[in-house]
């Protein structure tokens, strides 16, 4: 399985913009970048994937670097309620969901 | 509906007692999984079910027996669990054998104690 690596963990400042940084360096053609985040007491949320272009949707956005040997998760203006561990994760064809440490994002308010 | 349902939140066994945990979903996904979550530790993937067959088994212990009744339901049943097995036990589904290329939709656990 390819490895993601992660800072353990950030600070950032509420309603500041935040980059979590996604090492992949083993990443294969077919995998697919996934974030997804876990608030305290909950289960994982999905957050936003991509294959090669960057991605944006309602929460998030998504940079992925040319060579897709990292990627960027960017919360565009970060609120008390993003605080939660936030993992990389490398998705291929079979299908295995599998998280690595994440970072843990504290906000400042 | 975009949720996954676990039942019930919290669980208290004892290690010789046999009992079960559910998930449940109607998002129509055929992908199902089981995780394992230790307190301040990532989940850690127990079973994977496509299309209602088990296909991946990350070399659980016997004492976790998974089942996949139908394409909407996951069972998970504990039997002789010793008190390491107290987690967080995690459900989640997506889309079917394509998934990987799909999110995935996380319940919010069920909370088991062993004593």
């Known amino acids: 399985d390819a490895k993601t690596t992660q800072p353990n963990s950030m600070e950032s400042n509420e309603e500041e913009p935040v980059h979590l940084p996604c090492n992949h360096s083993?990443?294969?053609?077919?995998?697919?970048i996934h974030w997804y985040r876990q608030l305290p007491s909950q289960g994982p949320e999905y957050v936003i994937h991509?294959?090669?272009s960057n991605v944006n949707n309602r929460m998030a956005s998504l940079a992925i670097a040319e060579d897709r040997k990292s990627s960027t998760l960017i919360l565009h203006r970060a609120t008390l309620r993003d605080a939660a561990v936030y993992y990389c994760?490398?998705?291929?064809?079979?299908?295995?969901?599998?998280f690595g440490k994440g970072t843990r994002l504290h906000i400042l308010p | 509906d975009t949720e996954v349902t676990q039942t019930p939140k919290h669980l208290v066994m004892g290690m010789t007692n046999k009992k079960s945990l559910k998930c449940e979903q109607h998002?129509?996904?055929?992908?199902m999984y089981w995780y394992k979550q230790k307190a301040k530790k990532p989940p850690e993937l127990m079973f994977v079910?496509?299309?209602?067959?088990?296909?991946i088994n990350e070399s659980v212990p016997s004492r976790f027996s998974p089942e996949c009744p139908n394409s909407s339901l996951l069972n998970l049943h504990l039997h002789a669990l010793q008190p390491e097995d107290s987690a967080l036990y995690l459900c989640?589904?997506?889309?079917?054998?394509?998934?990987?290329?799909?999110?995935?939709?996380f319940g919010q656990g069920t909370r088991l104690t062993v004593v």
């Open positions: 083993t990443i294969s053609g077919t995998d697919y």
């Open positions: 998002m129509g996904h055929r992908a």
């Open positions: 989640a589904s997506s889309q079917d054998a394509a998934g990987w290329r799909t999110e995935a939709f």
């Open positions: 079910y496509s299309y209602e067959k088990l296909s």
């Open positions: 991509g294959l090669t």
């Open positions: 994760i490398l998705r291929d064809y079979r299908d295995k969901i599998i």
